[in-house]
Every structure is written in C-alpha cells, then in structure tokens.
C-alpha cells in the first residue's frame, strides 16, 4: 500500500467545494481545506505507485477549480 499526501492549490473561493469533491472520491482517505500557500491538503492511499499517479491525474486534477498540485508519497524511514 502506498499512501501520499497531495498538496493542492486551488482558484480563489473554491477550496471548501474542492475539498468536499476530492473526499468522494475512492482512494482518499481525507481532504481538508486549509490556510497557507496550499488551499487543500489531501491524504489518499493505493495498491502502487502506479494507481497512486492514475489517482491524482485523472480524477484528483480533474476536479474543477484546481490550479496545481504537489504529490508527497509517505516513506517509512
């Protein structure tokens, strides 16, 4: 299993909506708006890295409102 946060930056207003979008779907685990230079935090978990990238390209981008994002994997060191 391989977990990541994913550091999201969104359009002015639209972190809540982007927030309570992204919770829906399946692989993540959390998705809270916040303050500072990134406007969602997300944390979300697949089989590999592979369904992990398959997550945040297509359907984590493409919720609308989303302007970047910056994808963390969690290591265990």
């Known amino acids: ?26 692989g993540v685990t959390q998705a809270e708006d916040v303050t500072g230079p990134y406007d969602v935090i997300v944390r979300a978990e697949a089989n ?7 997550l945040v390209v297509a359907q984590i981008q493409g919720v609308e409102g989303i ?5 963390c994997p969690i290591v265990h060191i």
């Open 67 to 71: 302007t970047r994002t910056l994808t």
């Open 1 to 26: 299993m391989v977990q990541a946060y994913i550091l999201i930056q969104t359009e002015v207003g639209k972190a809540a909506a982007v927030a309570q979008e992204i919770s829906g779907i399946p």
């Open 48 to 54: 590999n890295v592979d369904e992990l990238g398959k």
